[in-house]
């Protein structure tokens, strides 16, 4: 059973078309959720940490929020450069010190 | 400031084979990571070095073994590849303390053919 699920697999945006992306977990004892970003060939990029739910934190275009069963990575006004794939990751007691990793949301953006 | 760096960027090896990887963690840095990472997935834990030991092991057979050197720098040994070994393999830094954020390097690809 998938501990950690993203969701959509993959979205097409326009330019300046805001959406966002869900990473929900089904752990208990969570410990952080992060945010990374993926581009081609690169290793993942971090972006945020988030620790209890209610929490948010904010980078440019990108803001992070965390419920007790999901997190939202919502994406304003996208550009071009947006276009990567997106990780959440679960740090929890049940895992020691290791992260779990979804499989990753592919976001494009086109002009 | 230098990240995470790997090496080699790139690695074609032969069923049977065994293969060495190498990691330098990010300055300041006292804990590393190896996540193995196939196409289309998320990264997989393989196992985490801390002071020269191992501090946690995920879900992978013997054939992975690792080490970590007194400057924190690692290397992930695979032994007897086989085909499905065939991923991105990536190295995470982080200090000692559980919840510091993981910082990764670029990986290794390997290719087994």
């Known amino acids: 059973e998938d501990q950690v699920t993203q969701s959509p697999e993959a979205l097409r945006l326009q330019e300046g078309e805001s959406s966002s992306l869900n990473c929900s977990y089904t752990?208990?004892?969570?410990?952080?959720l992060f945010w990374y970003r993926q581009d081609p060939g690169k290793g993942p990029e971090f972006l945020f940490t988030l620790y209890s739910a209610g929490e948010e934190k904010e980078k440019e275009r990108l803001k992070a929020t965390l419920t007790k069963k999901e997190s939202f990575l919502h994406i304003t006004a996208p550009k071009p450069e947006d276009s990567a794939t997106y990780l959440c990751?679960?740090?929890?007691?049940?895992?020691?010190?290791?992260?779990?990793f979804g499989a990753g949301t592919i976001l494009r953006v086109k002009s | 400031d230098a990240g995470v760096t790997q090496s080699p960027t790139h690695l074609i090896k032969t069923r049977g084979q065994q293969v060495t990887l190498r990691c330098s963690p990010k300055s300041g840095h006292d804990t590393v990571s190896w996540y193995q990472q196939a196409l289309g997935q998320g990264p997989q834990f393989i196992f985490q070095y801390y002071e020269e030991e191992e501090r946690q092991r995920g879900n992978f057979p013997d054939r992975f073994s690792g080490h970590q050197f007194p400057n924190y720098s690692s290397e992930l040994n695979v032994n007897a590849l086989l085909l499905g070994d065939s991923a991105l393999y990536l190295c995470a830094s982080s200090l000692a303390g559980g919840d510091s954020p993981l910082h990764f390097g670029n990986g290794t690809r390997l290719t087994v053919t």
């Open positions: 752990v208990s004892g969570l410990r952080g």
């Open positions: 990751a679960v740090q929890a007691e049940e895992y020691g010190n290791k992260l779990v």
